[in-house]
């Protein structure tokens, strides 16, 4: 009976073991999911009430830096289709745009609503078209010689590019260009680069027409610069986050251009991203960003996107919202403009009311 006793107490002993050791493991996988990352959010409660949701014959529009008082969107992989978004009778619908066909032209590109006149940019070529709708002609300039990772309009005959720049000892520089209709370079500026010249600059940037400001801010580092409109550069700011450093690897190969071999930096792995895309809206610079805070929870941080706001006269944090999650669907471009937050999620298009209240930082910055 006694060893009866003492071998079930040995058993209970074992498995209580066993137990706590599985508790601590489950314990410690769960802590180490929830990664602190040193930084909190003030997030608005509820602040977006969705308005209306509209079906798009395709997953590859954007939103065009419209110089007008309206919505543009447009198919960067087919950039002549362009259409506005109409509030009528209380509903939105789109309304396509008529152009006249360009021949030889294989997107992808990108579209600008240029006062009465459309710009069409080939984002391999460099080419630009300027057409006037109704018009069944078009004009053809040159606005460089490289492929264009992204262009801003800052009028209708002046434009930002971001472009590559191949130095002799094969080292590439990302530069950000103002040219003119002819391909004229007006002004240059190369954003301080950190493991490399090149990776650790990638990110995008925005210009908003009522401040004149270029906003470029950086997808592997929380960091942001603003510029005038000759680019010369007025601040840089922080994002709220605490990755002061692109996590980019880099090695330099040999690699076959046309029928040569030559030497390029090459990433040896993915980078890790902190930010997505850029709005900017009545004085309200806004960015969506990719990582959790850490008084934001697990399950919120996965049924939303999250974006911060800042102010762009200083680069001030003003506070932080939620953009909701759809289900098969992932956030490709959000643009808050107004009182209206405009989402386009693959093929649809979401339209948000934003409620803001007395503290309202969407509604104006400090």
Request: overall charge positive.
């Amino acid at each position: 009976m006694k060893k009866t006793l003492n071998s079930l107490l040995r058993i209970t002993v074992i498995t209580a073991f066993i137990s706590t050791i599985a508790l601590l493991l489950m314990y410690w996988s769960l802590k180490k999911n929830e990664v602190n990352n040193g930084f909190n959010r003030n997030i608005l409660a509820h602040p977006l009430n969705l308005l209306s949701q509209i079906k798009l014959d395709s997953k590859q529009y954007r939103f065009s830096n419209s110089n007008r008082d309206e919505i543009i969107i447009y198919d960067f992989v087919n950039p002549n289709k362009i259409s506005r978004i109409s509030y009528v009778e209380n509903k939105y619908s789109l309304v396509h745009t008529k152009i006249p066909k360009i021949p030889k032209f294989s997107g992808p590109g990108y579209a600008f609503f240029d006062g009465n006149e459309i710009s069409i940019i080939n984002r391999y070529s460099s080419a630009i078209y300027k057409i006037r709708p109704g018009d069944a002609n078009y004009r053809q300039r040159r606005l460089d010689s490289v492929v264009i990772s992204h262009v801003e309009s800052l009028s209708n005959r002046i434009f930002v590019l971001m472009v590559p720049e191949i130095k002799k000892d094969s080292t590439v520089l990302r530069i950000i260009k103002k040219t003119d209709l002819k391909g004229a370079e007006l002004k240059r500026y190369s954003p301080q680069g950190q493991s490399d010249q090149f990776f650790s600059n990638d990110g995008f940037y925005s210009y908003d027409k009522a401040s004149e400001r270029i906003i470029y801010g950086y997808f592997y580092r929380g960091e942001f610069l603003c510029l005038d409109t000759n680019l010369n550069l007025l601040y840089k700011a922080n994002t709220i986050d605490t990755n002061k450093t692109a996590q980019v690897y880099t090695i330099k190969r040999t690699v076959p251009i046309g029928n040569k071999f030559t030497s390029r930096y090459t990433q040896t792995k993915p980078p890790k991203f902190i930010n997505k895309s850029i709005s900017i809206s009545n004085g309200v610079l806004y960015i969506q960003s990719l990582l959790k805070a850490d008084n934001q929870s697990a399950e919120d941080f996965k049924n939303n996107y999250i974006v911060d706001s800042y102010s762009i006269e200083k680069g001030i944090y003003i506070n932080s919202f939620y953009i909701p999650r759809i289900k098969g669907k992932s956030l490709s471009y959000f643009k808050v403009f107004y009182n209206n937050l405009y989402a386009i999620y693959g093929d649809i298009l979401l339209i948000y009311k934003i409620s803001f209240n007395n503290h309202g930082a969407l509604a104006f910055a400090p």
